[in-house]
């Protein structure tokens, strides 16, 4: 066992992403956490630190561009491949880390990027966690960011985001809101990735998500070409591994476990 603990800067293709690897198993695995359209490093919590130790591997995670501590954005506008740009970012940090097997943990929009990537570079993914992932555009979801849009003009979610993301909120809520807003982002879908996606998946939904239904999972387990678990949670919305946080990590480690076993 080796212990290499780090944070940093890290220019990835000319994107200065904050970055917090934390690698101490030599032939294990590295869980890779990629966060919401509002997320970062730090709004992870102690999830990533107690799942790591629970499934004995190695951590990765860190800030998209524009997020956290990682550089501003260029522009808040994105095209409606962004999802897709941001799974080849992904490629690009592991490369250059040289991570060589990743377990995806991702959530909502982060959960989106885990499914394409490991569509695409299969051979550095070893697993997918996904939490609250969209495949495609939903009446809910589309509802559930106009109530978003009036709570950052009404109360003080701006206030509460800049402890995590200083003077990028702006930027960074404009990006998330203005795309699955436009007319043109209506038909995005990347149901045509799944049949890609060969390593175990498993897809943690709460049944009351804000942002999304069980449409998004049963029609994602239906299309991978790998083996797929769906674990839907009663009563619980659109971030599991806070609302239910205990259940959220013992089924991941689970997971992780049996999919070591079965190597």
């Not at 009446?139 to 995590?164: D, H, M, Q, S």
């Not at 404009?174 to 149901?191: C, S």
């Amino acid at each position: 066992m080796t212990q290499d603990n780090s944070s940093a800067l890290l220019d990835v293709n000319g994107k200065s992403l904050y970055v917090e690897h934390r690698s101490i198993y030599e032939n294990r695995p590295t869980i890779v956490f990629l966060h919401d359209s509002l997320g970062s490093v730090q709004l992870w919590r102690d999830l990533p630190q107690k799942l790591a130790e629970a499934a004995d591997c190695n951590v990765l995670l860190y800030d998209r561009l524009g997020y956290g501590k990682s550089a501003p954005m260029p522009t808040h506008e994105r095209p409606t491949n962004y999802l897709e740009l941001e799974a080849d970012v992904l490629h690009d940090l592991l490369t250059a880390l040289k991570v060589e097997s990743a377990v995806l943990f991702g959530h909502s929009d982060g959960g989106s990027i885990a499914l394409i990537a490991a569509s695409k570079y299969p051979c550095k993914i070893k697993a997918v966690i996904c939490e609250a992932a969209h495949i495609f555009v939903e009446e809910v979801t589309l509802k559930g960011i106009f109530k978003a849009i009036e709570a950052y003009a009404f109360t003080n979610l701006p206030e509460r985001l800049a402890k995590y993301h200083g003077d990028k909120v702006e930027a960074i809520f404009k990006a998330w809101t203005e795309t699955w807003t436009r007319a043109d982002y209506r038909d995005w879908n990347i149901e045509h990735f799944l049949a890609g996606i060969q390593c175990p998946l498993l897809f943690i939904q709460g049944e009351a998500d804000e942002y999304g239904t069980t449409d998004q999972v049963d029609k994602t387990i239906r299309q991978v070409s790998g083996k797929a678990e769906a674990f839907i949670m009663p009563g619980v919305g659109h971030t599991p591994h806070k609302e239910a946080a205990e259940q959220v990590l013992n089924k991941s480690a689970a997971f992780i476990r049996e999919v070591m076993v079965g190597e």
